[in-house]
């Protein structure tokens, strides 16, 4: 039977995030063997790894569609006449 109360979250370390950052910019999707590398270097689980990849890509992808929302011009600029 599972627990009714929530575990409770434990923040990454500044190390730990920036070996997350570090990967995920030069890789956004590790496979298995790259994950399983994380988890040695981090000290994080498999399952805390993956989700924080899936956050972060879900977090850029919000963010690329912000800015991309951001540029559309609101109006049709029209020529002035001379």
Known sequence: MP????????????RQRSILLDFYNRNPYPSA???YLLVQLTGRTIKQVQDWFSNRRRTDSR??????????????????PM
């Open 33 to 35: 063997s790259e994950r």
């Open 63 to 80: 963010l690329i569609s912000t800015q991309s929302i951001n540029n559309i011009p609101l109006s049709v600029s029209r020529s002035q």
């Open 3 to 14: 627990s009714s109360q929530p575990k409770s979250r434990i923040p990454l370390t500044a």
